[in-house]
């Protein structure tokens, strides 16, 4: 991972830090004694001998039945794919490249296998000037994703953890260097390989990969830093500031600024700042933080006066354009990403300035609720041409290789026609939102799901989709959030009250973190409680155009599975609101025949088989067409950006090379968004 700073969406004036990405020391610890044998007191052993009797057994899951089910359709499984137990070995310290997972080769370590538990250890040091330590200033050691579950200790101490495999988290490590500078970290993990009530996403759980599963990733797989922060000091998403941008009729910003650190009974002020285009349009007065809370939320004006359009607009001709405008507030869109600059101040009750903050947000409006089927943006049908994108690549695999590996996928996509991308069971690297704000590309975000219902699952899930939510609620790029896949980790939605209940619940619970934007609750079929009726649908472009041409096909069953669900003792039932936005979230995962391909990948496979790129383009412009002539469906997904492992489906492969001609397959996806459009003038 390159030395860009990992949250370039949230960024502190004078920022201090160091990347901690790069050599750590690293133990397999397959028996579990790390712990017992006090290693994070005492430093990480040279080798420890490992009995394969004390080892988790791979044949204890329910995964079979679970994988027949969902695999059915794409490739036949393979038999005998477990893990097979090895005699008494010495497993010996090595060195890891951070944040990479030693399951793949940029780690250094490029080891498959179970291990599921993992310590990490290196030196760290007190990174303050003596001015920010004379003024209080603490040191923060922050971890982009740690997969499943970490412990921190400082030189032996223990100083938190956190457990959720796909969302950040921070530990404060000030007091570990009141004694000297340098200091030993070392990082716990435990990662099951076959809880399947744990998150995992397409993280496969057997000996290889197969079907739509992939390789596993464990352990740390995204950058980790030290900073140093204010005592007091104002907070990101993750912990409550929230920015709210979806106001363009009154050009209003709602803001709550949330305070960390705060002592008791403190007095503390708030300010923020907007500006576009190097432009200030305006600037709030400084705002108490109540007594009884350490937030503050407040209305900022984002409206410009003409003479502020006319300055922005002399900065930046291509703003002239009236479509680009709502009420005198500039608006982002993936034609013209317009972001305004927001900077957040802290101050003491002496008004002296102790923290700031700059970031952006993008004014835009979504409405999925009008009378006319359409999802809508910025108060207009907006068609979603979107590819799955389940972030991927050759030697790093869900880590991507450096922040301009993230720019590139979404350049790729968009040079392809696609104006956004559903994020596939996973909550992706953080910078990937910021280019997406950037150079106006719509996400779906989505969790990793689990595939075994039970109260731990229930307790895992909620806690890291809220955290999902909330780290990524101010990217204006986030246009709709899909917290299940398919009934994955549901397998009874059509008998069970109590799993349609936590469906509902996961609803629910995400229009409370953020009323401004869709909640697809189910993606596919099953649906309980949703605002987008989506389904999915790998026929062919014949039999999927006529699916498409007939609502009542449409809402009928898709992969021998309901689309809404039927009343049962204790639960009414579900069905399609008239006029909701109805998408088709899935379809395509076409591959090249093989030969044609000029590959000899026996386990390569798609939902679908074409004779050669020639065949594979007629295919898709037959069934993008085919979607939207029905006059029904607003948005579609197609099945996918890149090859993924044994999965060759994509219009790209595995290192981003086209497989068709990018101004060839832009010209039907433009063509299908044209249609659309003026279906909806």
């Given at each position: 991972?390159?030395?860009?700073?990992?949250?370039?969406?949230?960024?502190?004036?004078?920022?201090?830090?160091?990347?901690?990405?790069?050599?750590?020391?690293?133990?397999?610890?397959?028996?579990?004694?790390?712990?017992?044998?006090?290693?994070?007191?005492?430093?990480?052993?040279?080798?420890?001998?490992?009995?394969?009797?004390?080892?988790?057994?791979?044949?204890?899951?329910?995964?079979?039945?679970?994988?027949?089910?969902?695999?059915?359709?794409?490739?036949?499984?393979?038999?005998?794919?477990?893990?097979?137990?090895?005699?008494?070995?010495m497993n010996k310290k090595?060195?890891?490249?951070?944040?990479?997972?030693?399951?793949?080769?940029?780690?250094?370590?490029?080891?498959?296998?179970?291990?599921?538990?993992?310590?990490?250890?290196?030196n760290i040091e007190d990174?303050?000037?003596?001015?920010?330590?004379?003024?209080?200033?603490?040191?923060?050691?922050?971890?982009?994703?740690?997969?499943?579950?970490?412990?921190?200790?400082?030189?032996?101490?223990?100083?938190?953890?956190?457990?959720?495999?796909?969302?950040?988290?921070?530990?404060?490590?000030?007091?570990?260097?009141?004694?000297?500078?340098?200091?030993?970290?070392?990082?716990?993990?435990?990662?099951?390989?076959?809880?399947?009530?744990?998150?995992?996403?397409?993280?496969?759980?057997?000996?290889?990969?197969?079907?739509?599963?992939?390789?596993?990733?464990?352990?740390?797989?995204?950058?980790?830093?030290?900073?140093?922060?204010?005592?007091?000091?104002?907070?990101?998403?993750?912990?409550?500031?929230?920015?709210?941008?979806?106001?363009?009729?009154?050009?209003?910003?709602?803001?709550?600024?949330?305070?960390?650190?705060?002592?008791?009974?403190?007095?503390?002020?708030?300010?923020?700042?907007?500006?576009?285009?190097?432009?200030?349009?305006?600037?709030?007065?400084?705002?108490?933080?109540?007594?009884?809370?350490?937030?503050?939320?407040?209305?900022?004006?984002?409206?410009?006066?003409?003479?502020?359009?006319?300055?922005?607009?002399?900065?930046?001709?291509?703003?002239?354009?009236?479509?680009?405008?709502?009420?005198?507030?500039?608006?982002?869109?993936?034609?013209?990403?317009?972001?305004?600059?927001?900077?957040?101040?802290?101050?003491?009750?002496?008004?002296?300035?102790?923290?700031?903050?700059?970031?952006?947000?993008?004014?835009?409006?979504?409405?999925?609720?009008?009378?006319?089927?359409?999802?809508?943006?910025?108060?207009?049908?907006?068609?979603?041409?979107?590819?799955?994108?389940?972030?991927?690549?050759?030697?790093?695999?869900?880590?991507?290789?450096?922040?301009?590996?993230?720019?590139?996928?979404?350049?790729?996509?968009?040079?392809?026609?696609?104006?956004?991308?559903?994020?596939?069971?996973?909550?992706?690297?953080?910078?990937?939102?910021?280019?997406?704000?950037?150079?106006?590309?719509?996400?779906?975000?989505?969790?990793?799901?689990?595939?075994?219902?039970?109260?731990?699952?229930?307790?895992?899930?909620?806690?890291?989709?809220?955290?999902?939510?909330?780290?990524?609620?101010?990217?204006?790029?986030?246009?709709?959030?899909?917290?299940?896949?398919?009934?994955?980790?549901?397998?009874?939605?059509?008998?069970?009250?109590?799993?349609?209940?936590?469906?509902?619940?996961?609803?629910?619970?995400?229009?409370?973190?953020?009323?401004?934007?869709?909640?697809?609750?189910?993606?596919?079929?099953?649906?309980?409680?949703?605002?987008?009726?989506?389904?999915?649908?790998?026929?062919?472009?014949?039999?999927?155009?006529?699916?498409?041409?007939?609502?009542?096909?449409?809402?009928?069953?898709?992969?021998?599975?309901?689309?809404?669900?039927?009343?049962?003792?204790g639960d009414a039932g579900?069905?399609?609101?008239?006029?909701?936005?109805?998408?088709?979230?899935?379809?395509?995962?076409?591959?090249?025949?093989?030969?044609?391909?000029?590959?000899?990948?026996?386990?390569?496979?798609?939902?679908?088989?074409?004779?050669?790129?020639?065949?594979?383009?007629?295919?898709?412009?037959?069934?993008?067409?085919?979607?939207?002539?029905?006059?029904?469906?607003?948005?579609?997904?197609?099945?996918?950006?890149?090859?993924?492992?044994?999965?060759?489906?994509?219009?790209?492969?595995?290192?981003?090379?086209?497989?068709?001609?990018?101004?060839?397959?832009?010209?039907?996806?433009?063509?299908?968004?044209?249609?659309?459009?003026?279906?909806?003038?």
């Open positions: 991972m390159s030395e860009d700073y990992p949250r370039p969406d949230f960024v502190r004036k004078d920022l201090n830090w160091i990347s901690l990405d790069g050599p750590w020391s690293f133990l397999f610890d397959d028996n579990d004694v790390g712990l017992s044998q006090g290693w994070h007191l005492k430093g990480l052993p040279e080798a420890v001998t490992v009995n394969s009797t004390d080892t988790n057994s791979p044949n204890k899951s329910e995964g079979p039945d679970i994988v027949a089910k969902i695999a059915s359709g794409t490739q036949e499984l393979l038999q005998g794919n477990i893990f097979k137990k090895g005699e008494v070995i090595r060195e890891i490249q951070v944040p990479f997972v030693f399951q793949c080769p940029a780690s250094g370590i490029d080891e498959k296998g179970v291990h599921e538990v993992l310590w990490y250890e290196r990174l303050r000037t003596e001015e920010q330590k004379n003024c209080g200033h603490r040191i923060l050691i922050r971890f982009g994703a740690v997969d499943y579950e970490a412990k921190i200790w400082v030189d032996g101490r223990f100083f938190g953890g956190h457990r959720g495999g796909h969302v950040p988290f921070d530990i404060d490590v000030t007091d570990a260097f009141v004694s000297g500078t340098s200091q030993r970290l070392t990082v716990r993990v435990f990662d099951s390989a076959h809880d399947l009530s744990q998150p995992r996403g397409k993280q496969y759980w057997k000996a290889q990969p197969e079907s739509i599963f992939y390789t596993p990733s464990g352990g740390i797989w995204q950058s980790v830093w030290l900073e140093a922060v204010p005592a007091a000091r104002i907070g990101d998403a993750s912990t409550g500031t929230v920015l709210r941008s979806n106001d363009i009729e009154d050009g209003k910003l709602c803001a709550n600024i949330r305070v960390l650190g705060r002592p008791a009974g403190h007095v503390f002020s708030v300010e923020l700042e907007a500006s576009l285009q190097g432009v200030l349009v305006s600037k709030t007065a400084k705002i108490d933080l109540p007594r009884d809370s350490d937030a503050a939320s407040f209305e900022v004006n984002m409206h410009l006066s003409e003479a502020q359009q006319a300055d922005v607009k002399s900065h930046n001709p291509a703003l002239q354009s009236p479509d680009f405008w709502h009420n005198g507030t500039a608006l982002w869109s993936p034609e013209q990403p317009i972001l305004y600059d927001i900077t957040i101040r802290l101050y003491d009750s002496t008004s002296a300035l102790i923290d700031q903050i700059h970031t952006t947000t993008g004014m835009r409006s979504l409405s999925w609720t009008d009378s006319d089927g359409t999802f809508r943006l910025n108060k207009k049908p907006y068609f979603h041409a979107l590819f799955l994108d389940q972030g991927y690549w050759q030697n790093t695999f869900m880590t991507p290789p450096s922040s301009a590996a993230l720019e590139q996928d979404i350049l790729l996509s968009k040079r392809m026609g696609f104006n956004g991308c559903r994020k596939h069971q996973k909550v992706e690297d953080p910078r990937f939102l910021y280019w997406a704000d950037r150079l106006g590309f719509l996400v779906w975000g989505e969790m990793a799901n689990a595939y075994a219902f039970s109260a731990e699952y229930v307790s895992r899930f909620d806690q890291e989709w809220r955290e999902a939510v909330m780290r990524d609620i101010n990217h204006p790029s986030v246009v709709a959030w899909t917290p299940v896949n398919e009934s994955w980790g549901y397998s009874d939605l059509a008998g069970d009250v109590q799993q349609r209940n936590h469906v509902r619940s996961l609803y629910y619970a995400t229009k409370v973190l953020d009323p401004t934007r869709p909640v697809n609750d189910n993606c596919g079929w099953e649906h309980v409680t949703t605002d987008l009726s989506t389904f999915h649908d790998y026929a062919d472009g014949e039999k999927l155009t006529e699916t498409c041409g007939s609502m009542e096909r449409i809402l009928g069953d898709h992969g021998g599975r309901p689309m809404f669900l039927s009343a049962v003792d579900s069905q399609h609101t008239p006029n909701a936005p109805v998408l088709c979230t899935e379809f395509g995962g076409v591959n090249i025949a093989r030969s044609a391909a000029g590959v000899d990948g026996e386990r390569e496979w798609g939902y679908t088989t074409a004779t050669d790129p020639k065949d594979l383009l007629k295919r898709i412009e037959k069934m993008m067409t085919g979607i939207v002539d029905g006059g029904h469906i607003c948005g579609f997904v197609y099945t996918q950006l890149t090859d993924i492992e044994q999965e060759v489906n994509g219009l790209y492969t595995i290192d981003r090379q086209e497989k068709l001609d990018a101004v060839e397959v832009k010209r039907i996806v433009d063509s299908v968004k044209k249609k659309y459009t003026e279906m909806h003038q």
